[in-house]
């Protein structure tokens, strides 16, 4: 069977991430220490130290995972050179750790994308006030219609942005809008509705003039064929070809993300096994509902770390 990494995207943050790994394995802290050199700002005090309010930020939030993310991978690969993973799919900002770790991207054309993209979802979301919540308990069609419902009442936007689970849809758009879109859901039948901490109206068309400028940027990006295979949670399946990968990158902030069917995509291709690699542990508790069964396994600190280290080892 198969095993796939998986990274965490926006909204999981939280202060004090990846503490642990930086203080125990040498290879997490040189991450620290290059995403420190490249932007010139200390990424050890921005995840050990922020605020909740500042790591919310998007153009805090955005590399600051991607610094945690790529640090917790760096510490298993230390801790199991021996282990390559099948695939490695990403959350939203989560798909830039998966590109650097599938060697499409070096760590540093990672962090110099993150960050250009991080600026352009602010240029947009400081504009343009939006938001976005999770529906929580209610079939995709439904929160489809709440949303097109709340769009034809207010005139603005408000769409599925994530479709996270079985009974859980994120949706993206104006306050107002949103808003909207909840009351309709909970009319619907929705369960609860959850706000998000995050910054703006994430994978929603409010961000197309965001994903026009990453993609007029990344003709200049370098995409390298990937070492280990790629699973686009835009697409819902295995990208191989660099220059449909730029494609895609280029419009992924304003795409919404296909979480569940992605993971059960990976499931049908036989993965038995996801590593939830970086911080929290959200995309476990998704992919248990997905796929009951499966195997969960975290690298977010030093316990999970071991307890990861040792199933693998164990296989061996």
Known sequence: MATAIVFPGQGVQRPGMGKELY?????ARRVFEIATELSGRSFTQLCFEADEETLMRTENAQPALLTVCYAAWEALREAVPEFTPDY???????????????????????????????KAMHKIANRIRG???AVIGLEAEKVEEACARAQ?????????????????IVISGTVNAVQKASEYARELGARRIIPLAVAGAFHSPIMQE???????????ANFNPPKIPFFSTIEVRPLSDPEEIRVVMGRQIASPVKWH?????MHALGVDTFIEVGVGDVLSGLIKRIVPGVRTLRVVDSKTLDETVQQLRGEA
């Not at 965001?210 to 200049?220: F, G, I, N, P, S």
């Open 131 to 133: 938001t976005m919540a």
């Open 152 to 168: 034809a009442e207010t005139g603005e936007v408000v769409v599925p942005a994530n479709y996270n689970s079985p009974g859980q």
């Open 210 to 220: 965001a994903a026009d400028l990453m993609t007029e940027a990344y003709k200049e």
């Open 23 to 27: 203080e125990r394995s040498p290879a």
């Open 88 to 118: 490695v799919a990403g959350h939203s900002v989560g798909e830039y750790p998966a590109l650097a770790a599938s060697g499409i991207w070096t760590l540093e054309e990672a962090y110099h994308w993150v960050e250009e993209r991080a």
């Open 261 to 265: 069917q992605s993971v059960e995509a």
